[in-house]
């Protein structure tokens, strides 16, 4: 019999090395005469195990990581191209991968089959359960659909947290001759990585997802904007696009049910701010990427002025699950307005970084210490950025916080797209607020003063701070520009900045008392 | 250079039916094809795409992506972004800065590295992060900066 090994091909393993070990083995594999297959998968999402390889012995896959191109010799002669000898108990070996407790205490109602199939063969898709969504949809009519989307309590889940029964409904209501699906696969927050995740892991669910929202709100276009950081999502994301294609899974009659969808992929340009739902759109229409005014809402007046539906790639990746297995089975998972799950992202200084689907109501501190591990470094976690760039510090007080929408706002907090960055206690808070401002600066797309100008103003200010200059005026003037700020920036960008210069300031005020020092006094 | 990046932007505009909406698209292909988006380029796509150059100029400048000057042999990109931070990736930046003589965003003397920030690659869990010639890489310590930077002949 042959034996299967699995290596990933996600973007985050190969930059750890996963085509080279793939190469080493092919290679050993060969050179002993065997016959084995590799399925290059994407990612479990335990990226401290990348490249994690997976042998199958007696039909359960058994993991090795990490492993480096130097570790495939013992690998081999400990019986791996056998798939048995005494490969148990070569160092490397994890066990059998699906009891891992990372994995086996997650919820994965989306990211079920990433790390586990190809992601390109939709035979394997439907084998795990996909298209049955598509399948139910396809028995509702267009308001049944929304009305199911409705229920389950999903929501937008880019950061605004908007209920996306509503916006469909809302697109779905407006006449319009057409109507376009618009994918927001911009994932430019640091520390989330979820969409490119499934984007090349499972990219089928996003195309299922995005199909539903087609047929529940009557558009029969689709696009689907990656940014250019991301070549290993946009190569994978337009193989499936065509194979969908060819399988009659898109175009003019999508599943054999007389019903049209297609969907296109845009590639950014490197701008943080196309993320933002308008700015997003005007870059589709190929203009430089100025946030719009709203009203208009885009379900209203969207893509080239039509009512257009604009979710996060998640957002789409859950609609599957709420209609192939009901509403409430979804909005059973969760706390509060926050229903289902949410794919979190465990990044920066963390011990087991990597994706951790859950669902709402996990506590912060569990997911930093407990899930995570802790630091890398092993140093005490002084502070955890929550929700992206535009997010919240918060500090080891506030580990009690539930990950959930509603108690993050009450904390002047943000969950955002669901990363979460953790630094160790070397980090300095007055440059984190420092660099929250000059990221926004650097970010702006310069529509409005507040956001163009009290960058630049805030950064410069803080460059007092930390040069000991009037401390007390000069925090008052940072505390007064980030109000200015947060009420009077047309979108989040401008808006949010706020959030991690004012969490720094309040959680952690002594990295801001400094005593003057000279101006060319060295770091 | 002039008379053939006009005809190379003719061409790909063409080939995406002179449609403005495709403008990144094909600016993302005339930078592939000549290393850059040269002024006479610019000039080509306003005329093809019936824009203004002021639009078109706009577009160029607006996204990070975009370069009016050609870039070294190779292009290093190394993440600054919050998750990269946390794991010492602003040590790296200045390392490289250091052994290419350059800050970041400018391009060794000897042509050979341009050396660029990038805001977040994806990678966050195992980071710091970098691309080089669109290769990503991932953990990136100061040996293996140095040994990338080797590579690239710098």
Known sequence: MTVRIYIPKDAAAIAVGADKVAGALKQAAAGAGRVVEIVRTGSRGMMWLEPLVEVEIAGVRHGFGTVEPEDVAGLVSAGLLEGGGSLQGHPKALGPVDKIGYLARQTRLMFGRCGVTDPLSLEAYRAHGGYKGLERALSLTPAGIVDEVAKSGLRGRGGAGFPTGIKWKTVHDTAGEQKYIVCNADEGDSGTFADRMLMEGDPFLLIEGMTIAGLAVGATKGVIYVRSEYPHAIAAFNAAIAIARKAGLLGSDVASSKRAFDLEVRIGAGAYVCGEETALLESLEGRRGIVRAKPPLPAHKGLFGCPTVINNVLTFAAAPFVLAEGAKTYADYGMGRSRGTMPIQLAGNIKYGGLYETAFGVKLGELVDDIGGGTATGRPVRAVQVGGPLGAYFPRALFDTPFDYEAFTARDGLIGHGGVVVFDDTVDMAKQARFAFEFCAIESCGKCTPCRIGSTRGAETIDKIMAGEGPDDHLSLVTDLCNTMKFGSLCALGGFTPYPVMSALNHFPEDFRRTPRMPQAAE | ?154
Do not use: W
């Open chain 2, 1 to 154: 250079m002039t008379a053939a990046a006009d005809t190379t932007a003719r061409e790909i505009a063409a080939e995406h039916g002179n449609r403005a909406d495709a403008l990144i698209e094909i600016l993302h292909q005339v930078q592939a094809a000549l290393g850059h988006v040269p002024e006479a380029a610019v000039r080509t796509l306003a005329d093809a795409l019936n824009l203004s150059r002021a639009e078109v100029h706009g577009v160029v400048t607006f996204y990070h992506d975009f370069r009016d000057k050609p870039a070294g042999r190779h292009v290093l990109k190394i993440c600054r972004a919050e998750a990269c931070q946390a794991m010492g990736g602003e040590a790296l930046v200045a390392r490289a800065e250091d052994r290419l003589g350059v800050a970041c965003g400018g391009t060794s003397a000897d042509g050979r590295v341009t050396l660029e920030p990038i805001y977040c690659l994806g990678l966050c869990a195992t980071g710091p992060s970098a691309m080089l010639d669109g290769e990503v890489v991932g953990r990136l310590t100061a040996p293996k900066l140095d040994a990338l930077l080797k590579g690239a002949g710098a």
